[in-house]
Nanobody
Framework: QVQLVESGGGLVQAGGSLRLSCAASGRTFSGFVMGWFRQVSGKEREFVAA????????VYGDFVKGRFTASRDNAKNTLYLQMNSLKPEDTAVYYCAAAVSPRSWPPRRYDYWGQGTQVTVSS
């Protein structure tokens, strides 16, 4: 089993920044591809970013446009999402997820999910 716990969400003004964290426990973190997703109530979950086990490869959703950066510290079993130039439309619950043995890049399926952290961007 893998436990994922997000933190770092909150309320920020448009144009501001937040850094989300996702602490992982239970299995070898460096072996997972990690992902960030977001969801607005009543809408489908949206892919934000994925990062390879080593951190050497990343891929982002089209809407990111250079504003967000995913990173990881395998020594700390922690995933990060640095979000800059935030917009009101970035308001959502953000989730981290782990793909244990993905067969594609980015993974089409994730095996473990965190409980989410709310990000609210005011205009």
């Amino acid at each position: 089993q893998v436990q994922l716990v997000e933190s770092g969400g909150g309320l920020v003004q448009a144009g501001g920044s937040l850094r989300l964290s996702c602490a992982a426990s239970g299995r070898t973190f460096s072996g997972f591809v990690m992902g960030w997703f977001r969801q607005v109530s009543g809408k489908e979950r949206e892919f934000v970013a994925a990062i390879s086990g080593s951190g050497g490869s990343t891929v982002y959703g089209d809407f990111v446009k250079g504003r967000f950066t995913a990173s990881r510290d395998n020594a700390k079993n922690t995933l990060y999402l640095q979000m800059n130039s935030l917009k009101p439309e970035d308001t959502a619950v953000y989730y981290c997820a782990a793909a244990v043995s993905p067969r594609s890049w980015p993974p089409r399926r994730y095996d473990y999910w965190g409980q989410g952290t709310q990000v609210t961007v005011s205009s």
